[in-house]
């Protein structure tokens, strides 16, 4: 576990905000061209896996599409959080048209991400991405829920996570309860969103039909696939982002502080500098939970400071397969009296 709050905590955190606001650059010409570049590499790869052939090439063309739909997932994040160019018109306008392919209106995510996330962040009963039950509150659940919960924390169990407990329950049925969405731009958010994906569909039906492939193979390499792959990383990252042996979680307000708690629950994963640029730095989390004005491209840099200060307060590790099986094997349960992992029978996963 990460340390407890120590005597000087305040002095930190003061060095933490004059070292991270000195990251609040923004690179608009940068910013537009990665944008247009993401976007226009997702257009092409959706018409590769419509209409190539032999069927391989279309499927590694959709799985490269579900790739690029995390990268401009990424950029939406950034735009949502008003940190991408500077301008606020233009962040709202990328962040719309970037979050398209990943069928996720602004307007939800606002509210979930940037209000609920990022305010009770690893709070119980507040935040909602990856907060681990108790052995209490998991011996509760009826048997086919207990069996969920099992799948979620398994290696392979993050892209179920995410398309159920997120997507469907957090983004689909919002977006059914019409009558009660109040705000206009909610509303436009989403019916943006559908007539895209109704859009996509038609789009890939006519190319592969005017190509003389199979417009239902057509529809699953370079809608289903892409869509698939997107969840599945995307449940991937969230869990990499506050999922540790050492991340803490709080069981209500009390117990929060915002720097200390922040740093203590979000993660930094070190990957290769290649994989860093892949996933558009999505994996130096704790600076960003830190100070959200930072844009992904100036990331790097913040985060380097944000280790050096805390000098091993916070949650850092290098990315093995070693060590996100043992991620995978001790974070199942949570005791929140004694901040420690559980596994199922609720005995301490470690010692």
């Keep these: 576990?990460?340390?407890?709050?120590?005597?000087?905590?305040?002095?930190?955190?003061?060095?933490?905000?004059a070292?991270?606001?000195?990251?609040?650059?923004?690179?608009r010409a940068l910013a537009v061209a990665i944008f247009l570049f993401d976007g226009s590499l997702f257009l092409a790869l959706v018409a590769v896996a419509a209409v190539a052939h032999p069927p391989a090439i279309r499927l590694l063309a959709g799985i490269a599409a579900g790739f690029e739909t995390l990268r401009l997932a990424s950029i939406a994040h950034d735009a949502?959080?008003?940190?991408?160019?500077?301008?606020?018109?233009?962040?709202?306008?990328?962040?719309?048209?970037?979050?398209?392919?990943?069928?996720?209106?602004?307007?939800?995510?606002?509210?979930?991400?940037?209000?609920?996330?990022?305010?009770?962040?690893?709070?119980?009963?507040?935040?909602?991405v990856w907060i681990p039950r108790s052995k209490e509150d998991f011996d509760r659940l009826p048997l086919w829920r207990r069996c969920l919960e099992r799948l979620y924390r398994t290696p392979w169990g993050h892209g179920v996570y995410y398309f159920g407990e997120l997507?469907?329950?957090?983004?689909?049925?919002?977006?059914?309860?019409?009558s009660e969405i109040r705000r206009t731009s909610h509303r436009v958010d989403i019916v943006l969103t559908g007539l895209f994906g109704a859009l996509w569909s038609a789009g890939v039906w006519r190319l592969s039909a005017a190509a003389g492939q199979s417009p239902v193979a057509a529809l699953f390499c370079a809608q289903a696939l892409p869509f698939l792959v997107w969840c599945e990383l995307f449940g991937l990252t969230l869990y990499l982002q506050h999922t540790h042996p050492r991340a803490r979680f709080f069981a209500g307000r009390k117990e929060w502080e915002f720097c200390f708690s922040q740093s203590a629950s979000a993660?930094?994963?070190?990957?290769?500098?290649?994989?860093?640029?892949?996933?558009?730095g999505v994996f130096e989390h704790?600076?960003?939970?830190?100070?959200?004005?930072?844009?992904?491209?100036?990331?790097?840099?913040?985060?380097?400071?944000?280790?050096?200060?805390?000098?091993?307060?916070?949650?850092?590790?290098?990315?093995?397969?070693?060590?996100?099986?043992?991620?995978?094997?001790?974070?199942?349960?949570?005791?929140?009296?004694?901040?420690?992992?559980?596994?199922?029978?609720?005995?301490?996963?470690?010692?």
């Excluded at 990331?299 to 916070?314: M, S, T, V």
């Design 80 to 128: 949502g959080h008003s940190s991408y160019t500077g301008r606020r018109s233009w962040d709202k306008m990328i962040a719309r048209l970037a979050f398209l392919p990943a069928m996720q209106p602004l307007g939800t995510w606002e509210i979930a991400h940037n209000v609920v996330h990022h305010s009770w962040t690893s709070i119980r009963g507040k935040d909602y």
């Design 167 to 178: 997507w469907f329950l957090r983004v689909l049925l919002p977006a059914w309860r019409w």
């Design 1 to 17: 576990m990460t340390p407890v709050r120590s005597p000087n905590d305040d002095a930190v955190g003061r060095e933490i905000r």
């Design 267 to 280: 993660t930094h994963v070190e990957f290769p500098k290649a994989v860093r640029w892949l996933f558009h």
């Design 19 to 27: 070292a991270l606001s000195a990251c609040h650059v923004r690179r």
């Design 286 to 351: 704790s600076a960003h939970h830190l100070d959200t004005a930072i844009p992904f491209y100036e990331l790097h840099g913040a985060q380097r400071k944000l280790d050096q200060i805390l000098a091993g307060r916070n949650v850092v590790y290098r990315w093995t397969w070693r060590e996100f099986l043992r991620c995978c094997r001790v974070c199942k349960l949570y005791d929140y009296r004694g901040h420690r992992w559980l596994d199922f029978k609720g005995n301490p996963s470690e010692k």
